[in-house]
């Protein structure tokens, strides 16, 4: 029996998993810190009150349980021995024959750890509840303050980053003040609310063509949302962000900006690229260690000179592509190269636009959106997840409505403190 | 105009406001520190991942946005003046000139606070997904140890106090160990999972008629829920409980025993019962402030020699008495006596199972199991939660499943810390 260890559930882990699943001669364990694996295309829609954390999670055990040659572990793994072929995670230390490592990546602040607190990112159920916690309370803040400078402050907010997801985040923050809140308040008109999406480039979404991208920028602005080109942030603090001379005095920033791979990466004594990604070969698997893969956002693949996009469909395939190279080398077949097939880009503004870009066809608007809609439903994990989210976003529709505006905190404890959330409440 | 002031967005205050909302001659402000009203009969189902947080709770504003005279502001009142006739709020002052207390209830443990670290109740969104998150993570961790007596350990959940509350919530626990988690584990046996419910009485249930109680009892133990009647709880820690001479070791104790009122109380210089509650005369006013009332579990309301029990229909109740009340005095018409009209009640045990006690009817099994899934859908608050609620149930009862076991930590930064929650991980 071979002995397969996949670090990491996300999307390539899974599809390795998946892809070794019930295949005779293989034991597969799969480590997770997490026990969910989470559809982080979605997140944003947790971060602005649209879906709840558990629609768009599923356990990773659950997801896996019919495979009867699969084990899932929650735990954390914290260095792995290369010449050992050990992985050594917090609870146990295992053994391997194969090891898929598929980590993922975590929000990069160019080197300002500090600056997280005060800017969230959407990597997380955890992140993306922070976020929403943010958003609905600088609102409900707004509307007791009677200071109108305050509630200008209150009532900005700037996200940090011109990809997908600050796009994804910033429409629907613009779409949430115009339409969702605009009559629940009484005292504060939300349509006020200010959203500056921060772009240090020369344009956003620069992964797509810039006809289609200057749509996308269109449709924002028609959603409230301003965005900024050209502007890079130089700090960034409880009050606000600075950029080059010019402070935004802002209750919520929010972090969509550079990513960098999993730090686990930096245990393995391999180079790595300036994000802290391993090189990998053109099977996929480590120089000197043909038994290692490192897939998704976690590696650095190079295809016609540049290297792939930490997109989902980048990491199933490497994920299917590792299992399936397993599979051959057992059954004595030669290893293959690893080709990703680009199947397209998406990306939604608001709540009925979108741009989306398949081979040579160039999209913007409903056509998109539904396009973006069928994909995000179609890849969705789990059945019961994506008949619960086609009901909410039915629902949401039809009446504008979010259906989590919850302000959740931190602290379950009621006695002792008054204010779970004090601490971290923006502004105060 | 008068100036109606309720403290509090749960059953109590939001049946208040909605009876004067549109009244003419009213301007009425609802202040609540969380910007949600929770629908806490069902919370339970929370805590066992049956539903998302989102599901059971609604934006105040929201749920009173047609109302034109009234505003709805989160903050906290920390003090009532009820000479000046001023309440204090973490961020201003009010004055009125009629006040309607609705602040609830918390758990009481009974003079030893420290315990509420050790054994959580179900009180918040929080407190129910700290709940989740410690049974869930329960068992992930005995499926990674292989020491025996460390898994009995965490396989073992000890839930305290045989009201409703605890009898749901154990008999949660007890079909999901049986039912949803079975297949998912392959090291362990969710079904050896051991929950016990601790009663200091007679017997459990003990609002409910002996025979329905015992036949509770008897749905319970085939669920594998143990039932120790009898036993006081004399010692909470991180480890388990102690019942007088006897320890039961267990990673996951849960409190579902005394309640007192709201601590704010404590600020008005009135009498106040055992349970912290005032005391409130026929109209629900305090003793010579009748423009002040306190409902729910906030008061003490004592009706054929028994103080009322604190339910939602009492809460409802009387915050519909006090708002007509208010309106009877402004259109010159003398005060009444309240009188609780009792339309009985219900426990439910597991996914099919109820006891029910309407009049003179007393049901159990199936046939009350469906009043109370009738009676929680018809009351539970905005129509797009009840769809999904129906709908998620729907799914859960045909597949066993349950949508929401997520464990999701504490701390939303990913720097820094690997292991969100490792802190509060029971045992470890």
Redesign the interface.
């Known amino acids: 029996m071979a002995r397969v260890l996949i670090v990491g559930g996300g999307f390539g882990g899974l599809a390795a998993a998946k892809a070794l699943g019930n295949a005779p001669g293989f034991n597969v364990t799969l480590l997770d810190?997490?026990?969910?694996h989470l559809f982080q295309p979605l997140l944003y829609q947790v971060a602005t009150a649209g879906l709840?954390?558990?629609?768009i999670?599923?356990?990773i055990?659950?997801i896996l349980?019919d495979f009867k040659n699969i084990?899932?572990?929650?735990?954390?793994v914290?260095a792995v021995h290369l010449d050992q072929r050990e992985v050594v995670a917090?609870?146990?230390n295992f053994t391997y024959d194969y090891l898929i490592l598929a980590c993922g990546s975590?929000?990069s602040?160019f080197g300002h750890?500090e600056w997280?607190?005060h800017a969230?990112?959407l990597?997380?159920?955890?992140?993306a509840?922070?976020i929403r916690r943010r958003i609905?309370?600088s609102f409900?803040?707004a509307?007791?303050?009677e200071d109108l400078q305050k509630r200008r402050y209150l009532l900005t907010f700037v996200v940090v980053g011109g990809g997908p997801t600050g796009v994804e985040l910033a429409g629907a923050i613009g779409e949430m003040s115009r339409f969702t809140l605009s009559?629940?308040?009484?005292?504060i008109d939300p349509k006020l609310a200010r959203v500056i999406l921060v772009e240090s480039g020369e344009r956003i979404l620069s992964s797509f063509p810039a006809k289609l991208a200057s749509r996308a920028a269109r449709d924002l602005e028609s959603l409230g949302v301003q965005v900024w080109r050209h502007c890079e942030v130089t700090c960034v603090d409880a009050r606000g962000v600075q950029i080059g001379n010019e402070r935004i005095e802002a209750a919520t920033v929010l972090w969509a900006a550079g990513v960098r791979a999993a730090?686990l990466n930096q245990t393995l004594g391999v180079t790595l690229d300036r994000n802290g990604r391993v090189i990998v070969g053109a099977d996929l698997s480590l120089e000197g260690h043909p038994e290692v893969f490192a897939i998704g956002d976690q590696c650095r693949f190079e295809q016609t000179g540049k290297p792939l996009p930490g997109v989902a469909q980048v990491a199933m395939q490497q994920g299917r592509f590792a299992a399936r190279t397993i599979r051959d080398e057992l059954a004595g077949r030669p290893r293959k190269k690893f080709h990703y097939v680009d199947k397209g880009q998406l990306a939604t503004i608001g709540r009925s636009r979108a741009i989306a870009e398949v081979g040579k066809l160039q999209l913007g608007g409903f056509v998109a959106w539904m396009i973006w809609l069928f994909v995000h439903i179609y890849f969705l994990t789990g059945f019961?997840?994506r008949?619960?989210v086609v009901?909410?976003w039915g629902?949401s529709y039809l009446?504008y409505?979010r259906?989590?505006?919850?302000?959740?905190?931190?602290?379950?404890?009621?006695?002792?403190s008054?204010?779970?959330d004090e601490l971290s409440k923006p502004g105060s």
Do not use: C
């Open positions: 810190r997490r026990n969910h709840s954390p558990a629609d999670a599923a356990p055990r659950s349980s084990e899932v572990l929650e735990g954390e914290t917090d609870f146990a975590l929000h602040y750890d997280e607190e969230p990112g990597k997380s159920i955890e992140g509840t922070e609905l309370s409900e803040e509307e007791r303050t009559r629940d308040f009484k005292r730090s019961k997840n008949l619960l009901f909410q629902l009446t409505g259906g989590a505006r919850l302000i959740v905190g931190r602290d379950w404890r009621i006695t002792g008054h204010h779970p």
